[in-house]
């Protein structure tokens, strides 16, 4: 998939929201979810994702251990959201992600994070609705 066709998708489940922004978010969120994988499985996401998504990869450093809901405590954080609107971006964003990498890579980073990771890379549709990210700095 092509950055142009992601960074659209992405907007599209986000809601109404810039491409810039756009961006910042997928960024945020996959920085996090990459510090939760493990060194292989974010060089193999990294390898699936368009050239332009910068997130880090960072060979030499371990997976970090923290459960969903810190996941989202992080992305709530480091974007100005509420925990409701964290999990519902992080969901979206996922989901771009997931359409855009192999399903059997998706099925093997799965498998390596605990169970209750599963729901943020859930196929079903997200209901759609704009959530605020003009406050993002």
Known sequence: MKYQEFSGRVQELIGETSARDAKRITEVILEILGGRLTRIHRKHLAAQLPGELTFPIVED?????????????????RLELNFHEAIVTSRRVIGAVVEA???????????????EFAELFEREPLEKSAIDVHSLR
Request: proline share 9%.
């Open 61 to 77: 450093e371990p997976a970090q251990q923290f459960p969903l809901e810190e996941f989202y405590n992080r992305v709530a954080s």
């Open 101 to 115: 990498v192999s399903e059997g890579e998706i099925e093997d980073i799965v498998a390596g994070l605990p169970a």
